[in-house]
Structure formats: structure tokens, C-alpha cells
């Protein structure tokens, strides 16, 4: 396992995804009434951002600027560990912070670990397949730009991909979804909700759509394959055909770094 790449999605991808928990689990929104904290994670070689937590929300920001506590990881394995528990930041501001870095905010991240490593026996709530599969779909979006920047798998593929966006959805009325795939340069990044025309001009655009969440939650899972579910009609595909093979390529990567 590439240790930049993990590192990379762990700050990019399960950090971002925080953002959403709130408003699906009271007891993380419980958490975070209390006034705001900004926290800047840098990992050099890798990336910098920042949370701003409080007020019942969680906020992401890429890159470096003004925060309450910054907190420095020389290596990227650093990272790893530290969302494996088995490893701690060095403080470079706010070190009078850390009650919060290792009470409300290991708390918060707590949270979303238990919803994102379910169980048959926690599935078998609607509720809780339900948060599960918001949260999945975000993560390994968000993760799948990672992958395509900085695995070495994931590199190989994109030099094959023109410019373009793909929009991930799901098409169901309680709760619609939609994320967009940003392909520039053979560069990757995501931005929340459907943004067709987020790379300019004359790029190209492809789309999949699942029918519904517990479709979305069982694929992501692994639980249920592609290709099945796309003959059963409960997911569409359309738009440039090439781009949705490549991302597919990147996506089946993402499970070897989430697991």
C-alpha cells in the first residue's frame, strides 16, 4: 500500500466526508455544539488542509491558512498512523488545543468510523444502511480523485482520460445525491453536487447514476456488482463512455486503501 496515496485520502477524502455527518447522526452533531475550532492538517509531500468545527457543523477547506491549532506530519506514513491510533501529530500552533484534538474531535471521528465500517448485524437497521451509504458514496468519491493523483495505478490511467467531467448520483426522492469527477490536465479533484460544466468548454461529460441508496451502499460495499445492477436497470450510465471506464478502473482501486 502506498503510503502517500493513504495518507492523501485520509486527509482528503475521510476528513471531507466529517462534512456530511452531522446532518445524518444527532450524536455528532451533539459533538460539535460548542464554538468554532479551526484544525490545519499538513502532511508534507502530500497536502494541507483545514476543518472548521462548531456550531453543529464541520466545514473543509483545502489548503493551508489561518487555524486555531496546526498540526505537522513530516511523513505521510505519520498520517496513517494517526487515524490507525497509533500515532500522534506534532503541534506546531495552538497546542492548548489538544483536549479538543483528543476529545471532541477523536469522538467525532469515531462516528464516522462506525458508520463507515458496518456490520450485517448494523446494516440491518434502514437507518443506519442508509447514513452508510451517504457516506460511502462521498468517501470513495472524494478517495477516487486521490487514487488517480497519487497511486501508481491510478497514474497510469490517467493519462488516458481528456479532459471531462462524471457525475455520480442517485436518483432517489428522499435523498439525492450527486457528486462530480473533475478530470483537468490528467488531474483529479471533486466538487459536491452536479457541476457539468466545473472543466470549461468543449470537455467531455458522463454520467452514472444508481436508482437508489441501498443500490449505491451495496456496490460501494462490494456487495453487489456493476455489471449486474446495471442490467437490472438500477444503475444508468451515459454521456463519454471512456470517461466512466476509466473512472471505473480508479474506483475498483479505492476498496484496497479503505478496507
Do not use: C, W
Amino acid at each position: 500500500m502506498d503510503q502517500k496515496t493513504l495518507a492523501a485520502i485520509n486527509l482528503r477524502a475521510v476528513l471531507r466526508t466529517l462534512v456530511q455527518l452531522p446532518a445524518l447522526d444527532p450524536q455528532a452533531e451533539q459533538i460539535l455544539l460548542h464554538d468554532p475550532i479551526t484544525l490545519q492538517f499538513a502532511a508534507t509531500g502530500v497536502t494541507k488542509v483545514r476543518l472548521r468545527l462548531g456550531t453543529g457543523h464541520v466545514e473543509y477547506y483545502p489548503g493551508g491558512g489561518p487555524a486555531d491549532m496546526k498540526l505537522a506530519f513530516p511523513a505521510p506514513v505519520m498520517v496513517n498512523k494517526m487515524f490507525d491510533g497509533a500515532g500522534a501529530p506534532i503541534p506546531t500552533k495552538g497546542i492548548t488545543k489538544i483536549k479538543y484534538l483528543l476529545g471532541p474531535f477523536t469522538k467525532l471521528t469515531d462516528r464516522l468510523s462506525y458508520y463507515l465500517r458496518p456490520t450485517p448485524e448494523l446494516l440491518a437497521d434502514p437507518e443506519y444502511a442508509r447514513v452508510n451509504a451517504i457516506l460511502t458514496l462521498h468517501v470513495a468519491a472524494y478517495a477516487t480523485a486521490e487514487v488517480g493523483n497519487f497511486d501508481e495505478r491510478g497514474r497510469a490511467v490517467a493519462p488516458n482520460m481528456t479532459d471531462g467531467v462524471i457525475v455520480l448520483g442517485v436518483a432517489d426522492e428522499r435523498d439525492n445525491q450527486a457528486l462530480t469527477l473533475v478530470v483537468e490536465d490528467h488531474r483529479f479533484r471533486v466538487v459536491d453536487g452536479e457541476h457539468r460544466s466545473e472543466a470549461g468548454s468543449g470537455t467531455k461529460y458522463a454520467y452514472m447514476n444508481f436508482a437508489n441508496l441501498d443500490t449505491a451502499g451495496q456496490v460501494l460495499r462490494g456487495e453487489l456488482a456493476s455489471y449486474p445492477a446495471i442490467g437490472r436497470e438500477l444503475i444508468s450510465l451515459g454521456g463519454y463512455i471512456p470517461l466512466l471506464d476509466s473512472m471505473n478502473k480508479l474506483l475498483g482501486i479505492v476498496p484496497f486503501y479503505l478496507s
